[in-house]
């Protein structure tokens, strides 16, 4: 490699690097943004006033649409949690069920059948018309009416249900993701465990699974993110989640342009946010020689 060629790449190094640390001081400055609002929100710090700024817009100089935006930034705050418990609560137990019913779907006899048919099922109905269902529907609301404060925190009754859907919508997304993933493990690899005495349940859980997890966690990634997107589908069913809060303050005020951007940036600081934050775990579980990603050979 020339001298040039050498100082292109220290330079395009030192590119990267500065561009990491911009988007490293701007992840710390809106979270701990956020998080700042979660408390004065729920009264865990001894200043401020939950729903209101810290500092006025007219003490800032803004006026327009930008003082409506910076006044609703604590609205925005708490359907930003909403948004996250969402996502967070959804994928985790969606995981939960998914697991069991990729299984299901490679090794099962006849719970393979049962498998594909709630993921057919789910994958093949809009998630719309899948809340629509749960909460209008079936009217799911009514058997959670007595779990709605847990000290600080509300849960409303739809809340539970937007819960439920999206865990149940994911869960069928997930399975297949990890069913691919088992797909692309050696087959001779359960018959080594088998010769060695384990029994197939014992073979699945200790030498299939641990590395289809890693292998799944690319599409984890994107069902991850997809979550977050999808999860302003809630406001149909009155969760009061960050896009219902813009929402309403813009229908109030008129000022969508400056609302609605306002939400874009929130949601692209929590997606990239959570992209990164998986791509951090995809290295940290990676094993040399298996699989794609950076570190692995």
Do not use: C
């Amino acid at each position: 490699m020339s001298y040039a060629e050498d100082l292109r790449q220290i330079r395009r190094t030192e590119g990267r690097s500065a561009v990491s640390w911009v988007l490293i001081a701007a992840g710390a400055l809106f979270w701990g943004y956020l998080l700042l609002r979660w408390l004065i929100n729920w009264n865990w710090v001894p200043f401020g006033t939950p729903g209101e700024p810290l500092v006025s817009p007219e003490a800032l100089g803004l006026t327009g649409g930008t003082a409506t935006a910076f006044q609703s930034l604590p609205q925005l705050a708490e359907g930003a949690y909403i948004t996250v418990l969402i996502t967070v609560l959804s994928i985790l137990l969606g995981l939960v069920l998914a697991v069991p019913l990729s299984v299901a779907r490679v090794y099962g006899r006849w719970s393979k059948y049962l498998s594909l048919s709630f993921t057919e099922l789910i994958r093949g109905t809009p998630l719309i018309a899948q809340l629509y269902l749960l909460y209008y529907g079936l009217n799911l609301s009514q058997f959670f009416r007595g779990l709605t404060e847990f000290g600080p925190f509300t849960f409303r009754t739809a809340l539970w249900v937007a819960l439920i859907g999206f865990t149940i919508n994911s869960a069928a997304y997930q399975a297949e993701y990890i069913r691919s993933a088992i797909e692309s493990v050696d087959p001779n690899q359960l018959v080594a465990a088998r010769s060695v005495g384990l029994t197939q349940r014992e073979g699945i859980r200790h030498v299939v699974l641990p590395q289809t997890l890693r292998y799944a966690i690319p599409g984890w990634t994107n069902e991850l993110v997809y979550l977050i997107k999808y999860s302003s589908l809630a406001t149909f069913i009155t969760v009061a989640e960050l896009f219902r809060r813009a929402d309403a303050v813009a229908s109030d005020t008129f000022d969508y342009t400056a609302m609605f951007t306002v939400v874009a940036l929130v949601y692209i600081g929590i997606v990239i946010t959570a992209t990164r934050l998986m791509g951090y775990v995809e290295d940290r579980v990676s094993l040399p020689g298996l699989g794609q990603a950076r570190g692995r050979s």
